[in-house]
């Protein structure tokens, strides 16, 4: 069955270091992944999208990788704030309109 | 331009009622999906909308249904509920298949 992992369920770094994310799947063959914030009592929040056939994709201080080979997102916050701190969660597509999240990663970043 | 809107945010419910929970798409965008979120299981679809049609189903039982009207606000509705049904009930709408989605802040709905 299809699953999507995010590598952990917490990371904590410290202010101003760079914060990496990762996201894998198996078992599909997503046409774009899309990567989402979500702060507690709130619904997620619309960072990035990058489609099956771009390497990259950049966004003031995000930056998201694709590698189909590899079935992974790597998702990237330079600079980290503590304003950054909230549950990112990756989410993939392939027949249209039904996204599959994963479980997410509850970032911290301290000052 | 104002965002996803959900009503009610909160909801009681005893096991057995039903409820019909609401959500009004961002002025223009035709898809509209319904998505449950728990802390064991993490936010899972439920279905999606086009133009007043079901497009995609996820995998809920009969008792979970939709529907969406002419002007792209669309509602939910659960029978007979169950404990199990205790949960966030996110409404996203988007332009169309591939683009982003946009999140109302749910409808936070407890089974007692």
């Known amino acids: 069955s299809q699953k999507i992992e995010q590598n952990s369920e917490a990371l904590n770094i410290q202010e101003g270091k760079t914060a990496t994310l990762t996201c894998n799947y198996t078992n599909y063959s997503p046409a774009y992944l899309q990567w989402y914030r979500q702060d507690p009592g709130r619904g997620p929040v619309f960072l990035l999208l990058i489609r099956e056939n771009e390497k990259e994709k950049r966004k003031e201080r995000l930056k998201v990788t694709f590698d189909t080979t590899l079935k992974q997102s790597l998702f990237h916050i330079t600079a980290s704030q503590p304003a950054d701190s909230a549950t990112y969660l990756c989410?993939?597509?392939?027949?249209?309109?039904?996204?599959?999240f994963g479980q997410g990663t509850e970032l911290s970043v301290k000052p | 331009k104002a965002g996803v809107t959900q009503t009610p945010r909160y909801l009681i419910k005893t096991r057995g009622q039903q409820v019909t929970l609401s959500c009004s798409p961002i002025?223009?965008?035709?898809?509209v999906s319904w998505y449950q979120q728990t802390p064991g299981q993490g936010l899972q679809f439920l279905f999606e909308y086009f133009s007043e049609t079901q497009r995609n189903k996820g995998n809920f039982p009969g008792r979970f249904s939709g529907r969406q009207f002419s002007n792209s606000r669309s509602e939910m509705n659960v029978s007979t509920l169950e404990l199990g049904d205790s949960a966030l009930y996110l409404c996203a709408s988007s332009l169309e298949v591939g683009n982003p989605q946009h999140f109302g802040d749910g409808t936070r709905l407890s089974i007692l």
């Open positions: 989410a993939l597509d392939r027949q249209g309109g039904k996204l599959i």
């Open positions: 002025s223009g965008h035709r898809s």
